[in-house]
């Protein structure tokens, strides 16, 4: 079995099972790579089996190959913080007047926060004013100069900010946020792990298996957060096993399968398309896109 973890958040939760059945190790193959388009390229080429992605290139994906990639889990909810050196801001409210650096222009990021700000009575052209950088490291750099004072960040960006400059604190988590005020049971899921449907008819089994597997690792890096840290950075997933301890708390670690992440995503993909239906290939993904959700 041929599986690709993208480095940072989506990847976390898989260090334990590729510490236990490394490359080579004749039972599971891992590619590490930090572009989502190689992740892409190589499902579609069939180079991979099972891939961790974001969930809205999962939806893309299957959109793009017409259904021939499937939902087995989800392995991150959110991951997205607002980060303040202004201390009079606690809630999305406060944010209203204010300047807010963001990363993610025309992605989730963007359509997330705006959503939210909508949700908590603000008017995202008008009350907030949105200024976007091209890169999450770019503008994390900004923060930790002074030269931002309130910024949309993913972890671990966040722990690498608040660590440079302690005046610099998470001021606003937006999963919070999110299942404060949702109420369809939808979830801010942000990770998912994918496999081509071609392999997983083929190889149920197989598949079961390695979910089974998936899970004991998830547990155990949230269990042993310094052990999956040193993890993270000998497997390339998170630079520095320092930062990595410090990050993965927030990571919002979990594997759900089934219903729960059908029901979850479900409500997720709908805002996401209302908001741009491109970020999610065009359309909301149907039943059968959720492998065991029936």
């Known amino acids: 079995m041929r599986v ?3 480095k940072g958040p989506t990847g976390v939760g898989m260090v334990h099972l590729m510490e236990d059945h490394p490359d080579g190790g004749g039972e599971y193959e891992y590619t590490i790579t930090d572009s989502p388009d190689a992740a892409v390229a190589k499902l579609i080429s069939k180079e991979v089996d099972l891939a961790a992605v974001p969930t809205n290139l999962a939806a893309v994906l299957s959109a793009k190959t017409s259904g021939g990639v499937q939902m087995l889990a989800v392995n991150t909810l959110g991951v997205l913080y607002i980060v303040s050196r202004d201390a009079s801001v606690h809630s999305l409210t406060d944010l209203k007047g204010k300047t807010v650096h963001a990363t993610g222009q025309g992605s989730n990021p963007e359509y997330v926060l705006r959503y939210l700000l909508d949700r908590a009575g603000l008017d995202p052209d008008h009350d907030v004013k949105i200024v976007f950088a091209a890169e999450h490291a770019e503008l994390a750099t900004q923060v930790a100069d002074g030269a931002v004072d309130i910024a949309l ?19 606003i988590d937006l999963d919070a946020e999110w299942n404060a005020s949702v109420s369809d049971g939808s979830q801010l899921m942000m990770g998912a792990l994918i496999a081509r449907t071609d ?6 089994t197989l598949v079961e298996a390695f979910l089974d597997h998936y899970q004991a690792s998830v547990h155990a890096a949230t269990a042993d957060v310094a052990a999956t840290a040193d993890l993270c950075q000998s497997h390339g997933i998170i630079a520095s096993a320092a930062l990595a301890e410090k990050a993965i708390p927030r990571l919002n670690l979990v594997l759900l399968t089934g219903r729960p992440m059908r029901t979850g995503l479900t409500g997720y993909y709908r805002i996401l398309y209302d908001a741009n239906p491109q970020s999610i290939g065009g359309a ?6 959720y492998y065991g959700a029936d």
């Open 199 to 204: 392999f997983v008819a083929a190889h149920p």
């Open 284 to 289: 909301i993904p149907d039943a059968t896109f």
């Open 4 to 6: 690709l973890a993208l």
């Open 153 to 171: 960040l993913p972890e671990p960006f966040v722990t690498m900010v608040t660590s440079k400059d302690p005046s610099v604190t998470v001021a």
